[in-house]
C-alpha cells in the first residue's frame, strides 16, 4: 500500500531492459553499403542512421537505433542519439519499454555498456526514469548510476542520488538522498525520506536505512531504518517496520490508519519506542501493530475533549485493529503505565496507574476505551489517594475504575484506609464506591478526638457497602454499619460522614442505631464506670459541639439506670473522648431495677453515676412506695433517693404494704 509496486516495477524492468539489449552479441552494424565504410584492422566503422533489429518467431524482440554508429566489432562502440526498445514479461503480462540517451558507449569484452546524457527510460505500464548515467556490467550482472535519479509510475514518483541494481541477487539499491512521494486519491499525498534504500525482490523486502521520514498530512512517522515486506505473489505489502527511535505524531492523517484520532474533534497522538511491527490483511487493512522495547503513546486533548494530557506507557504496546482497519484493542506488556495529567486552564493533580499488563477493548469508531483490564501490582495514585489491587478494570462508559483482589484505598491528607472486596473510582468525579466486607480506618491529622479519633485515636468503621460523593463530601456506610474508636461503638443500618467547611466532620447514623459509650473515671475512683448503651431511631454528632444527640424513641442504659425519652443528648468532656453528662426528654422516663420514675427532663452524670430528674411533677414509683417532687436524684447502684420539692409543693410519701403471703 505504501509503495504501490511502482518503483519496484519499474526497477526490474529497466534492469531487464539493459540484461537482455547489452548481453546480446547480435547488436551489430549492417553490412557496409560503399567501400568508404568498410573496416580495417586498424580503423574504426563509423555509420549514420544506425538501426539494429532482434526477431524472434516472427515477432520483435528488441531495437536499437542510434543517429551515428562509431566503433570496431569485439571492441568498445559508440552510438550517439541511441534508442533501445525492447519486449518484457511483467508479473506475467508482456509489455515494451523504450531508453533514450544523447550517447551509449558498449564494451563487449567487459559485457559493460554505458549510457550517458539525458538517460530517459519508459515502460509500457508509465514507468518512467530520468537521469544523467546508466551503466551495465554483464560480467557482474549489475546496473547502476552515481547520478541524481528522478522516476515516477502513476500515482507514485521519487528521486533518489545513485542506483544500483544486481540482476543476478535481484537487488535494487538506491545510494542515497532517497525520496518517494506517493499520490493517493483517498488520502493526502505521502512522503517517503530516507539516506538510502534497498529491495530484495527475491525476499519481498524493501528497506529505508537511516534518518527515515515518512509524512502524510499531519502525520510524521521517524525512524532509523524502514521495513517493508512484499508478498511475492499479490505484490501487497503484508507487513512494515519501523526500526530504532521510532517516533510516530499522528495528527489526523492516515500515516497508519486505525491508530491516529478516527473521529472528529480528536487531538493529536504521538507513539515513541524502539520499533513499531505493522501486519496488514490480504485486502491491505492493517491487522495489528506492536510498538517496543519502552513504547510510549502519548494522546492530547481535541476539541470538545477533557483538558487534559493522557501518556500510556509499557514495555510493548500492541493494538488490534477490526476489520475495516479500526482500533479495536490495545494490550500493555510488562510494566504498564497511565498517566492523565490536566492542562490549563484545567486544575488538579495526574492521575497514575501501573499494572504489570493490561487489555483494552476500544470503541473503533471514537478510539476511546470501552473496557480495560488490569492484571497483576494494579496501583491508581490521584494527588493524596492511593489505590492498589492485584487486579482492576475500567469500565470506560462510566469513567469508573474497579480494584479487586485485596483491593485497597488509602489517603495521607485524612489519614484514611479502605479496604473491601470490590471498590470503584470514579476517575471523573472522585466519587467512591465500595462493598463487601468494607473496612475504613480514619486518623486524621489534626483531629481533637471523639468519636471520629484524634489524640493518638483511630477510628474504624464497617460495613457491607460504602459511598462517598465528592461533591457534597458526604461518605455512607450501609448494611450492618459500625463506626468504633477505642472500646466506644455505634451501630446502625446506615452511618452518614459529612465533611463540613473549616475541616470539621458531621456523623449521622439512621435506622436500629445502638451505641456503646465507655465514661472515663473519676481520678482516684475504685472502679471504671459502667458502660453507657443508647438505643434511637437517629444520632448526629458533630465535632466541635462535642455532644451526641438522639432522637426517635431514644433509650440510654448505665449500669442498673435506663431512660426512655423521645430526645436525649450526650455532652462530652473537651476533645470529646469521654462522656460528661446525658440530658433525656421532654419527657422522661427513669428506670432503676424496680423502680420506675417520669418527669420533664433527666440529667445523668456517669463519672459520678447520680441521676437528676426534674419537672413539674417528678414522681417515683417503686412496689413499696411512690415519691412525688420537683426534682429526684438517685445513684447508681445505691438505694439512696432524694426528693426536693423546693418548698413549692408538698412532697408526698406514700408507702405501700405489701400483702402478707398465703
Same mark, same amino acid.
Given at each position: ?15 531487464? !531492459? ?6 546480446? *552479441? ?16 586498424? &580503423? ?37 542519439? !541511441? ?22 558507449? =558498449?564494451? +563487449? ?5 554505458? /549510457? ?18 546508466? !551503466? ?60 538510502? $534504500? ?9 528497506? /529505508? ?18 521495513? @517493508? ?24 492523517? $492516515? ?15 504521538? %507513539? ?23 513504547? !510510549?503513546? &502519548? ?6 475533549? +477533557? ?11 500492541? /493494538? ?67 489505590? &492498589? ?52 480506618? %480514619?486518623?486524621? +491529622? ?14 474504624? /468503621? ?33 452511618? *452518614? %460522614? ?15 442505631? @445502638?451505641?456503646?459509650?465507655?465514661? $472515663? ?7 471504671? +464506670? ?10 448526629? =454528632? ?21 431512660? &426512655? ?38 440529667? =445523668? ?58
Amino acid at each position: 500500500r505504501y509503495i504501490r509496486g511502482g518503483l519496484l516495477v519499474g526497477m526490474a524492468v529497466l534492469a531487464a !531492459v539493459v540484461t537482455r539489449s547489452l548481453t546480446s *552479441r547480435s547488436v551489430r552494424p549492417p553490412a557496409p553499403a560503399s567501400p568508404e565504410t568498410e573496416e580495417s584492422p586498424t &580503423t574504426a566503422t563509423r555509420m549514420e542512421g544506425f538501426t539494429h533489429f532482434r526477431m524472434e518467431m516472427g515477432e520483435t524482440k528488441f531495437s536499437v537505433r542510434a543517429k551515428s554508429y562509431t566503433g570496431k566489432e569485439g571492441e568498445e562502440m559508440h552510438l550517439q542519439g !541511441v534508442e533501445v526498445q525492447f519486449t518484457y514479461m511483467a508479473r506475467g503480462t508482456p509489455g515494451t519499454s523504450t531508453i533514450t540517451a544523447d550517447e551509449s558507449i =558498449y564494451t +563487449p569484452t567487459l559485457q559493460k555498456a554505458v /549510457f550517458r546524457g539525458n538517460v530517459h527510460v519508459v515502460t509500457e505500464d508509465g514507468f518512467e526514469l530520468d537521469t544523467q548515467s546508466l !551503466v551495465y556490467r554483464g560480467d557482474k550482472n549489475l546496473s547502476r548510476t552515481e547520478d541524481p535519479v528522478q522516476f515516477r509510475r502513476k500515482d507514485l514518483s521519487g528521486s533518489a542520488t545513485g542506483v544500483v541494481y544486481d540482476a543476478a541477487e535481484r537487488r535494487l539499491e538506491l545510494l542515497a538522498d532517497v525520496v518517494l512521494k506517493l499520490q493517493d486519491p483517498d488520502n493526502a499525498p505521502m512522503d517517503i525520506k530516507s539516506a538510502r $534504500a534497498t529491495f530484495e525482490r527475491q525476499d519481498g523486502l524493501l528497506r /529505508f536505512i537511516d534518518n527515515v521520514e515518512v509524512v502524510q498530512g499531519g502525520d510524521r512517522l521517524t525512524a532509523g531504518r524502514f521495513l @517493508v515486506n512484499i508478498a511475492p505473489d499479490t505484490q501487497a505489502v503484508y507487513r512494515a517496520q519501523a526500526v530504532d527511535d521510532v517516533d510516530l505524531w499522528m495528527g489526523g492523517g $492516515a500515516l497508519v490508519q486505525g491508530l491516529a484520532p478516527s473521529s472528529a474533534g480528536r487531538g493529536p497522538r504521538h %507513539l515513541a519506542g524502539k520499533k513499531l511491527d505493522l501486519w496488514f490483511r490480504p485486502d491491505r487493512t492493517l491487522q495489528e501493530a506492536t510498538a517496543g522495547p519502552d513504547a !510510549v503513546l &502519548t494522546i492530547r486533548p481535541g476539541k470538545g475533549d +477533557p483538558p487534559e494530557k493522557r501518556v500510556l506507557k509499557a514495555r510493548f504496546l500492541a /493494538f488490534g485493529f477490526d476489520e475495516r482497519g479500526k482500533m479495536s484493542e490495545v494490550r500493555g506488556q510488562k510494566d504498564s503505565s497511565f498517566v492523565a495529567e490536566p492542562l490549563p486552564p484545567a486544575k488538579g493533580p495526574p492521575r497514575t496507574l501501573t499494572c504489570q499488563s493490561f487489555i483494552a477493548r476500544v470503541d473503533p469508531a471514537s478510539g476511546e476505551p470501552t473496557l480495560i483490564e488490569f492484571t497483576k501490582d494494579v496501583v491508581f495514585v490521584e494527588g493524596t489517594k492511593r489505590a &492498589t489491587g492485584e487486579k482492576a478494570y475500567f469500565d470506560g462508559t462510566k469513567s469508573a475504575l474497579y480494584l479487586q483482589e485485596g483491593p485497597a484505598l488509602a489517603d495521607t491528607a485524612e489519614g484514611s484506609r479502605l479496604t473491601a472486596k470490590v471498590i470503584q473510582l470514579a476517575t471523573r468525579s472522585g466519587d467512591v464506591e465500595a462493598h463487601d466486607d468494607v473496612r475504613h480506618t %480514619l486518623d486524621k +491529622p489534626g483531629a481533637t478526638g471523639g468519636l471520629l479519633g484524634g489524640k493518638g485515636g483511630t477510628t474504624l /468503621f464497617a460495613a457491607d457497602r460504602f459511598e462517598y460523593t465528592a461533591a457534597t463530601k458526604l461518605a455512607r456506610y450501609r448494611q450492618s454499619a459500625l463506626l468504633r474508636t477505642g472500646k466506644d461503638e455505634i451501630r446502625a443500618d446506615e452511618i *452518614r %460522614l459529612h465533611e463540613l467547611a473549616g475541616g470539621k466532620r458531621r456523623l449521622e447514623a439512621a435506622g436500629s442505631v @445502638v451505641s456503646r459509650m465507655h465514661p $472515663a473515671a473519676e481520678k482516684d475512683a475504685a472502679k471504671a +464506670p459502667a458502660t453507657v448503651e443508647a438505643r434511637a431511631k437517629e444520632m448526629t =454528632y458533630e465535632e466541635g459541639k462535642n455532644e451526641i444527640v438522639y432522637t426517635g424513641d431514644v433509650s440510654i442504659k448505665q449500669g442498673d439506670i435506663q431512660t &426512655t425519652s423521645p430526645k436525649a443528648t450526650l455532652k462530652l468532656v473537651e476533645g470529646g473522648n469521654s462522656i460528661d453528662t446525658l440530658v433525656a426528654g421532654e419527657p422522661v422516663e427513669v428506670r432503676q431495677g424496680v423502680r420506675r420514675a417520669t418527669g420533664a427532663r433527666a440529667t =445523668y452524670t456517669p463519672r459520678t453515676e447520680m441521676m437528676l430528674l426534674v419537672g413539674e411533677k417528678v414522681v417515683l414509683k417503686d412496689p413499696t412506695q411512690e415519691l412525688e417532687g420537683r426534682s429526684l436524684t438517685f445513684h447508681v447502684g445505691d438505694a439512696r433517693i432524694l426528693v426536693d420539692g423546693r418548698e413549692e409543693v408538698r412532697t408526698q410519701l406514700i408507702i405501700r404494704q405489701d400483702k402478707p403471703k398465703q
